[in-house]
């Protein structure tokens, strides 16, 4: 029989939160100002650790990390702007809440999260990744897990296997290395684009207006460059991307990017 257990708690600073979870299920959604609420459900919901220091509150189960057996289902309440910390074996982590941070290391779990106004810091196994915005430095690694971004405004660095990497709207400089993971970028905006693959296949869109610099080797990987049959071969008034971009067998694609 599954139990239930809800603590409330006083903040008054920045929200420091801490998640170890093995097994079940995290959601973390807005909540009000000065208050964390923590719902758990679970058959051994009566002790799961949940302490509190300050503007510092550590959730995880009685025995440290927990197993596979003992599973739980939490709901937790964060103020806009929170600090987030995650640990997951199996478990998955849906955020609703912005955050000003977040650092997150999952095994098999999937991992969703939505605006991040700082840095974000996630490694992931087999555990796909999503993340709606992120404002700050954005440093992802993957075994075989996919990661998708919607939006990156800062520095992006992304090391990955099988994994592949997409990302909506690219900002800032993106570093990328992978092995038979593809990475696609639909709009890089940023000033430098540095990207090497194996077997995986490279795709980058530029918007319109952009002067792309382009630096491209393939051992055995095809390459379609939309640029170098318009005039001025991808010269535009706009900011320069340089492209600097590698792979062994994998295909190199460079396209307009949508409007």
């Known amino acids: 029989m599954s139990a239930h257990r809800t603590e409330t708690f006083s903040v008054t600073g920045t929200v420091r939160l801490e998640l170890r979870l093995g097994a079940?299920?995290?959601?973390?959604?807005?909540?009000?100002?000065?208050?964390?609420?923590v719902d758990v459900r679970g058959r051994d919901a009566g002790s799961f650790r949940i302490e509190q220091s300050g503007d510092h509150i550590s959730l995880r189960p009685e025995d440290?990390?927990?197993?596979?057996?003992?599973?739980?289902?939490?709901?937790?309440?964060?103020?806009?702007?929170?600090?987030?910390?995650?640990?997951?074996?199996?478990?998955d982590v849906d955020i609703e809440v912005g955050l000003s941070r977040l650092r997150a290391n999952c095994a098999s779990g999937d991992l969703r999260a939505g605006n991040v106004s700082g840095e974000a810091v996630v490694r992931s196994a087999s555990g796909n990744v999503g993340l709606a915005g992120v404002d700050g430095r954005l440093d992802v690694s993957t075994a075989s897990g996919d990661v998708e971004v919607e939006r990156a405004d800062g520095e992006v660095t992304f090391r990955g296997a099988s994994g592949d990497l997409a990302v909506g709207a690219a900002r800032g400089s993106l570093s990328g290395r992978s092995a038979s993971g593809n990475v696609w970028v639909r709009s890089f905006e940023g000033e430098l684009l540095r990207c090497t693959t194996a077997s995986g296949n490279v795709r980058v869109g530029l918007p319109a207006g952009r002067t792309v610099d382009v630096d491209v080797s393939t051992l055995s990987g095809g390459l379609h460059n939309d640029f170098a049959a318009e005039p001025g071969g991808g010269s535009g008034d706009g900011p320069t991307s340089r492209l600097q971009l590698r792979t062994v067998s994998g295909d190199v694609r460079l396209e307009r990017a949508a409007p």
Not at 25 to 31: D, F, I, S
Not at 73 to 81: A, E, K, M, S
């Open 64 to 91: 440290g990390f927990g197993n596979r057996w003992r599973s739980y289902d939490l709901t937790i309440r964060l103020p806009q702007g929170s600090q987030l910390e995650v640990r997951t074996a199996s478990a």
């Open 24 to 37: 079940g299920r995290a959601t973390v959604l807005p909540g009000d100002a000065g208050a964390v609420v």
